[in-house]
């Protein structure tokens, strides 16, 4: 399906004098990936996250044939099926019918919490169910498809619409827009992209990273042919096939209202540079500034961006050892990326800020990245990651919520205050080479690396201390503690998430999550 990046004149006009709504300048947020658990929904049409029909275990069987965007071309005696939702907060979505649409002849079968409630050709009409946990999971699966017209273009929407003059509110029908024109989402999908929930959550964050939104995480691209395009059948996926397209990630920085930040892949060349910041640029509201970062987290061996820095710094024979290679060649092709983005913004440097990527535990690598190739002399930003934690065979001892806080406050090196600590010799480093201190991320990092199961020992109680009025209390001390210390931004990581075995890392557990229930949101809204 090929979305239009138009919106209606009426949404132009009220979004152009809207302020943005955070209360300061300070703290930011971090998009979530673009997957089918994701509890902070971002859009309307929720197949855009789905998970690709080719990759799905326990639906798809037989020989599919697919298109070059994802879609079933023929069913090759088999069937193609998804989950567009999975393990979702019930709470998170409204109640009421969502509408399936889709081109071609055939017929779909629903799984799990979707149920059929009415079908003709081209549209089904469904209900989500939650199950015994309060969670919704929904699948769908293509079990017939004419191979002259095979089913395609699925679109699942959300019930209701928007009121013309308010995109962030979502209402059931025409009589709540007190005269202004009602946009049902069903007929509206292509210009109302995303979930009124999720923009009145954003917009209270004046700087948006896309990250993780955009897939760059262990992603090989290279070429700009090879990016997230509008007409795939989803954004959604594994890591190195997911990504939402720029164009979405600049629509939602405009409607926001919002500075986005935005992640060049580590593998990507100058054209790909290039023609980013070049849509960025022609297509970003002129008064907002675009943030520019090289990959993420290169110094990260856990990731294969870090694997290709090191093996192009020893290529190009940076240095013997193969981290300080990594960081140099790093720090290298940082430069190049900031003298691309420069260009094509005509040296403007109201429109653009340079950032590079630290190592939030190791600080004597910052200058060894800043001195390396000079590159500080073309960065305005340094950016670390402060979280706080506790080591990994303390976690195992825990015994109780308690005890989970006696440990993010104990006498060790991932404490709340020697992370603090940690900050400053950060800030002494970046004083010398006039760049400025950001958080690229941060928070709490309580997880346990050897558990399966979000019901496996320690995670219970891991995820009981996140939702704790003392994390209020800890985010707070943190935030206040990155401020004192010179920090600029603190861009919190991340959108609301529900809590699983591999941490609990959204500052909400769902979108619309109260906050009188969501101890970290609480902290971000004081700054």
Request: charged residues 20%; aromatic residues 12%; positive net charge.
């Amino acid at each position: 399906m090929t979305l239009k990046i138009t919106v209606f004149g009426a949404l132009l006009c009220l979004l152009s004098s809207m302020p943005i709504m955070a209360a300061s300048r300070f703290v930011g947020m971090n998009t979530n990936e673009a997957v089918h658990f994701d509890s902070s929904l971002p859009f309307v049409d929720l197949f855009r996250t789905a998970e690709p029909f080719r990759e799905n275990k326990e639906f798809t069987k037989g020989h599919v044939v697919y298109d070059a965007n994802g879609w079933v071309k023929n069913l090759g005696g088999g069937q193609a099926g998804t989950w567009f939702l999975r393990w979702i907060p019930a709470e998170a979505l409204p109640n009421g019918h969502y509408t399936v649409r889709y081109d071609g002849n055939g017929s779909i079968t629903y799984q799990e919490s979707a149920v059929l409630l009415k079908s003709t050709p081209g549209r089904d009409i469904i209900s989500l169910r939650p199950d015994a946990n309060g969670e919704l999971s929904a699948g769908l699966v293509i079990v017939k498809s004419d191979p002259a017209n095979p089913i395609r273009n699925i679109r699942i929407t959300l019930p209701g619409g928007i009121c013309a003059n308010n995109p962030f509110r979502r209402v059931d029908a025409a009589n709540q827009c007190a005269g202004a024109q009602f946009l049902a989402f069903e007929s509206h999908s292509q210009d109302i992209v995303f979930n009124p929930d999720y923009l009145n959550f954003m917009r209270e964050f004046p700087t948006i990273r896309f990250m993780p939104m955009s897939g760059i995480t262990r992603n090989p691209i290279r070429s700009w042919a090879q990016r997230p395009h509008l007409q795939e059948a989803t954004w959604g996926g594994r890591e190195g096939e997911r990504g939402v397209p720029l164009e979405i990630m600049v629509k939602l920085a405009n409607t926001l209202n919002a500075d986005p930040w935005f992640n060049m892949p580590h593998a990507a060349d100058d054209d790909y540079i290039r023609r980013s910041a070049q849509y960025v640029k022609d297509h970003l509201r002129p008064h907002l500034r675009a943030y520019i970062e090289y990959t993420n987290e290169a110094w990260n061996s856990v990731f294969s961006q870090a694997k290709y820095v090191q093996q192009m710094g020893l290529r190009e024979r940076l240095d013997s050892d193969p981290i300080r290679a990594g960081l140099k060649y790093y720090a290298k092709r940082s430069k190049d990326v900031f003298h691309i983005w420069n260009q094509v913004f005509d040296n403007d440097r109201r429109r653009l800020l340079r950032v590079l990527g630290g190592w939030s535990g190791n600080p004597s690598v910052t200058p060894l990245i800043l001195k390396s190739f000079n590159v500080y002399e073309t960065t305005d930003y340094f950016a670390i990651a402060p979280y706080f934690y506790a080591p990994q065979d303390q976690l195992m001892r825990a015994r109780s919520v308690d005890d989970v806080f006696d440990m993010i406050y104990a006498n060790h090196y991932y404490s709340v205050q020697q992370t603090l600590r940690i900050l400053n010799q950060h800030q002494r480093f970046l004083e010398t080479y006039g760049v400025g201190m950001v958080a690229y991320e941060g928070g709490q990092h309580l997880v346990h690396y050897g558990t399966k199961s979000k019901k496996q020992h320690p995670n219970p109680l891991l995820i009981a201390a996140n939702r704790d009025p003392r994390m209020e209390k800890a985010y707070i001390e943190l935030l206040n503690g990155f401020k004192k210390a010179g920090g600029r931004l603190f861009v919190a990581f991340s959108s609301p998430r529900a809590p699983a075995f591999f941490g609990s890392w959204g500052v909400k557990e769902y979108i619309t999550q109260p906050a009188a229930e969501a101890p970290k949101y609480r902290a971000l809204r004081r700054f």
